[in-house]
């Protein structure tokens, strides 16, 4: 897990911003007066999001 932080902490050098603070940032300038689930990733969001549909449905 260290060598994994460690490379990320590492995109900060090429101009790679990690976090949620631009996210936080546009929350900021448009409230929302409903609850958001945010998907984010490279793969699987697709099936997240069916698996989060079919619980929140229940």
């Known amino acids: 897990m260290n060598e994994e932080l460690r490379w990320l902490e590492g995109l900060k050098s090429r101009g790679i911003k990690i976090g949620l603070e631009r996210m936080k940032s546009l929350m900021e300038d448009f409230p929302l007066d409903y609850r958001v689930i945010h998907v984010g990733g490279t793969n699987g969001k697709g099936s ?8 929140l449905q229940e």
């Open 48 to 55: 997240v999001c069916q698996f989060i549909g079919k619980i």
